[in-house]
């Protein structure tokens, strides 16, 4: 019961080209989420992998993937697991890990076949390795937490930073998630891009009516996604990335690229957008 889709990289002049419609078909994941299944957005932005695993009562193996060309997913890769369902488990190389609702799992190279069961629903997000590390289950507690923004602003929120290098050590992939206060809307303002990295953000949390204007583009050539609950923002490294959104959300972003340096962003302040 797997799907993998591959998406190629975009250069920005392309995308200034494109429609709605293309522009979601290039840089929005839908239908991750699928009962006994486990769906995969292969992407060229640095070989970064997402995707979304609901066993849905009987257990869910990610194993081989064809597009990788390797005995298993993670002979050459590390992986980011977040539970954003109920309570579920994840087994691989010989351990288990329990899962509640926002826990996040490290799988380091090598990890071989993982196993997903329970009532979970398990976001994926996947790089290449060149090192294995050890696998670790962080909770809520674990994570470094950050305050920022102002209610004056719309934008006072908490980032929670789990696969981070003040939490713990991986090659390239860095994850958290950051959570909106009441009356806040905007997720990330001012704008940024970050040339030596990829970012994809999944929106969960949200009611079903709700959604998040996600912006995206380079900084002059600003275009946007409507994206609903539990769907995913690819974000090159060469667009902004950064949303507001009607009523409660929370969103996972993660990166892969040339460094795990959180703050090397490049701001762009709304007056520079258009």
Same mark, same amino acid.
Not at 64 to 72: D, L, S
Not at 193 to 207: F, I, N
């Given at each position: 019961m797997l799907s993998v889709e591959t998406r190629h990289a975009i250069h920005p002049d392309h995308a200034r080209s494109m429609g709605t419609q293309e522009l979601r078909q290039h840089f929005l994941g839908t239908g991750l989420f699928a009962p006994g299944e486990i769906r995969l957005i292969y992407t060229h932005y640095d070989r970064f992998t997402l995707g979304g695993a609901v066993p849905n009562g009987a257990p869910l193996t990610l194993d /081989?993937?064809?597009? +990788?060309?390797?005995?298993?997913f993670l002979e050459r890769r590390e992986l980011g697991v977040v539970n954003i369902g109920g309570p579920g488990r994840v087994s691989a190389a010989g351990e288990t890990w329990d899962m509640g609702r926002g826990d996040v799992l490290y799988l380091g190279m090598g990890a071989g076949p993982v196993t997903f069961e329970g009532a979970g629903r398990f976001y994926l997000v996947s790089a290449p390795a060149h090192r294995a590390f050890p696998h670790r289950l962080i909770k809520l507690a674990e994570a470094k937490r950050v305050e920022m923004g102002e209610a004056a602003t719309s934008n006072k929120r908490v980032i929670n930073q789990f696969i981070h290098p003040t939490v713990m050590e991986s090659c390239q992939l860095v994850l958290g998630y950051t959570q909106l206060l009441d009356g806040s809307v905007w997720n +990330?303002?001012?704008?940024?891009?970050?040339?030596?990295? =990829?970012?994809? @953000?999944? @929106?969960?949390? =949200? /009611?079903?009516?709700?959604?998040?204007?996600h912006l995206m583009g380079e900084p002059q050539e600003t275009r946007h996604l409507m994206i609903a609950n539990e769907e995913a923002a690819i974000s090159p490294p060469w667009s902004i990335h950064a949303g507001a959104g009607i009523g409660e959300y929370t969103f996972i972003w993660a990166m892969a690229g040339d460094n795990v340096d959180y703050t090397d962003m490049d701001f762009v302040q709304p007056a520079d957008l258009k």
């Open positions: /081989q993937v064809a597009e +990788t060309k390797t005995a298993t +990330t303002m001012p704008a940024h891009v970050h040339d030596r990295r =990829m970012e994809a @953000y999944l @929106y969960w949390g =949200m /009611q079903p009516e709700a959604r998040v204007l």
